[in-house]
Structure formats: C-alpha cells, structure tokens
C-alpha cells in the first residue's frame, strides 16, 4: 500500500466542492486496503495509545460550528487484526502500546475519510503521537511501514500550514494566502520534490516563517510518519492549493 500525508481540513471542509472533488479523485487512484490507520495531528499520548478495536462514537473536537457538524457519523469499525500487528511491530522499536478501547476517531481522520472512503466498511483505527518530535516521527514511520504489506494504508493527517489565528474567513476559502503561507509552502514544495528529509526533519530553523506557519507544530508533525514508513519511495503531490489562506499540500508515497 501507498503511504498518505493529508491536509484534513475542519468539517467545513464537507462543503467545499473544489476539495472534496480533489480527494474522490485521488480515492480514485488508490488501491482498496485491508483497514486504515491514521496518525492524527488531533491525538497526543505518551505512551503510543491506540484506539477502540470496535465500534464507538466519534470525538467531536472542534468548537463553534455549526450544530449539524456534531450530528454526522461514520460508522468504520475498529479492527483487532491491525491492533496486534502494531503491538508487534512497536514492541520491536521498543515501544510499549496502550489500547485506548473507549476512544474513536477524531475528525483529523472522520472528516476526509468521510469524502474519500464514505462507505465507511474499512477498518480504520488511530495510533497517538507520542512527540513532536520530527527524528523520533520519522523512526516511528519506519517502524509502522511493514503494516504497508498487510493492506493497511497509513494515513498522516494535519494540514501543511497552520495558524488558526490569522486563517481568512471572511474572505472564504479560496482567498489569496498571506506571505508566510505561500513561503512556507513553496519551500515545503521544493524540499519534498527534492527529497531533501534533513531539511524538512530542520523545518523549524529552515524554512522561512516556520513560527508563523506552525505556531506549534503537531499539524506538520503527522509528515514525519509518512515520510518514515514511505521510505525511499518516490513522492508525488496529489492536493495543492490554500484554503482560507492555509496551504493544503497533500503528498502520497509508493501510489
């Protein structure tokens, strides 16, 4: 299976035509996995937690919108088979799981997950960020890529430029992006089509408006994983493009 990093935008996302149309047409082009797991910038725990094997509500972590966003559902069971293959794997790296049985999936996974696999029959379940750490990310993507031979397609999910802050929404998601934004993302751009790992694993002393493109940095974290568990496959660009000035930049590895 191909490894994912994907900006996952909030539930407004559902409604933006131009991004929902560009993730079914990357579903398109993705084969059909086993399950799912995602590592979502929405999820810290050290010990490394990982979510129910079952079927539970999902976590509704966001604030301020509008009530229909609380009533959606997405009913993708847990999946016991891929919880033991990551004890396995992690016992290996030295790393001891907790089985967070009572927690569902945060909309860092529901909500594109619901756009691009919305019969919602895969197994999906969630592995915790255990840092932000980029060095230890990228170890721990080395780590998960064996699941990539067992069908399971590993999902990082945050959003390639990120400060709630100074997002543009009164301008609508299609307004121009501020300076630091496009910087960011123009030097992202580059340094992935470079391959250039040690600069991205340095992105807080490297690239330009690093402080203000991530204030704090657990929504570039989740590219550390896939960058990890792609290994020295090549990587391709499948989203581009701002929303609400926030680059979107979405990457796959070994598709």
Excluded: C
Aim: charged share 20%; net charge negative.
């Amino acid at each position: 299976m191909p490894v994912l990093y994907l900006s996952h935008g909030a539930p407004p996302l559902l409604d933006d035509t131009r991004w929902i149309d560009e993730l079914r047409e990357w579903r398109s082009r993705l084969p059909t996995p086993e399950s799912i797991l995602v590592i979502s910038a929405h999820w810290e725990s050290n010990p490394i937690s990982l979510s129910s094997s079952g079927s539970v509500p999902l976590v509704y972590d966001f604030w301020g919108f509008e009530e229909r966003f609380y009533q959606l559902e997405y009913p993708a069971p847990g999946s016991a088979s891929l919880g033991a293959s990551l004890d396995r794997l992690l016992a290996k790296a030295h790393q001891p799981v907790d089985h967070d049985e009572p927690r569902g999936l945060d909309h860092g996974a529901w909500v594109p997950l619901m756009v691009m696999f919305p019969e919602a029959t895969i197994p999906v379940m969630q592995l915790s960020l255990p840092t932000l750490d980029p060095v230890q990310l990228l170890a721990l993507g080395k780590a998960l890529a064996p699941l990539r031979d067992e069908g399971v397609l590993i999902i990082g999910s945050g959003f390639f430029t990120h400060n709630l802050r100074a997002m543009r929404w009164a301008a609508g998601p299609d307004a121009d992006p501020p300076s630091w934004s496009r910087e960011f993302d123009e030097w992202g751009a580059n340094a992935l089509a470079n391959g250039e790992v040690g600069q991205l694993l340095d992105f807080a002393h490297a690239a330009p408006a690093a402080g203000i493109a991530h204030p704090r940095t657990e929504h570039f974290a989740p590219l550390f994983v896939t960058l990890g568990a792609g290994g020295d496959d090549p990587i391709v660009n499948e989203v581009e493009g701002f929303w609400f000035g926030l680059a979107k930049r979405s990457i796959s590895m070994g598709a």
